[in-house]
């Protein structure tokens, strides 16, 4: 019972992280294209506190992966990975009941 709450915890705190990630890939695109101001200091805070959290898991990640040039793949690469250890700490949560 214990594991299976834990992996909940777990499952929240990586659905949470996912939504970072999502949030920073559209706040980098509607800065891209000038939608947002980028001289507006709470869009720029935002952006800059969603970056220093991420960084620590994008970072090793973007090591890893081959330059592919303007496209970065490292948040796809954490979102999969991310889901597919709620997915297995799932089941085996479910497997010790």
């Known amino acids: 019972m214990l594991l299976l709450t834990l992996s909940q915890i777990v499952g929240y705190l990586i659905s949470i992280v ?25 869009v720029v805070a935002i952006y800059r506190a969603v970056n220093a959290l991420l960084d620590p898991l994008l970072g090793p990640i973007r090591k890893i992966m081959p330059n592919t040039g303007a496209i970065d793949f490292s948040p796809l690469v954490l979102i999969v990975g991310l889901r597919v250890l709620d997915i297995v700490l799932t089941n085996a949560a479910m497997a010790t009941l």
């Open 18 to 42: 996912i939504f970072l990630v999502i949030v920073q890939f559209v706040l980098s695109l509607l800065m891209a294209f000038n939608v947002v101001n980028t001289s507006n200091d709470f």
